[in-house]
């Protein structure tokens, strides 16, 4: 089955950096975009960034310039380096593709941007 397990997450001072991991198994990977999206506390989930399988990135305005998503096709993996992180990108981050018709999540990972 479809799984997608995220890794990287934790705790970082303001200005500083984290690289997340989306590990994808039970799907052929480099057929489908892939996209990261968050969600902090009492607020609704938010795409943050998507690549597609041609390589055609998109951001939300609010990471543009401090995050790359990137994807590894060998690796079935895809990336999300965040730098000049800011205590406003505070949430747990989830890995998504839309496979089939069907939305599939991972279990997310929380990321706290805090001095």
């Known amino acids: 089955q479809v799984q997608l397990v995220e890794s990287g997450g934790g705790l970082v001072q303001p200005g500083g950096s984290l690289r997340l991991s989306c590990a994808a198994s039970g799907f052929i990977f480099s057929w489908y975009d892939m996209s990261w999206y968050r969600q902090a506390p009492g607020k609704e989930r938010e795409l943050v960034a998507t690549?597609?399988?041609?390589?055609?990135?998109n951001y939300a305005d609010s990471v543009k310039g401090r995050f790359t998503i990137s994807r590894d096709n060998a690796k079935n993996t895809v990336y999300l380096q965040m730098n000049s992180l800011k205590p406003e990108d505070t949430a747990v981050y989830y890995c998504?593709?839309?496979?089939?018709?069907?939305?599939?999540w991972g279990q997310g990972t929380q990321v706290t941007v805090s001095s």
């Open positions: 998504n593709a839309l496979i089939g018709g069907r939305s599939e």
């Open positions: 690549i597609t399988i041609s390589g055609r990135i």
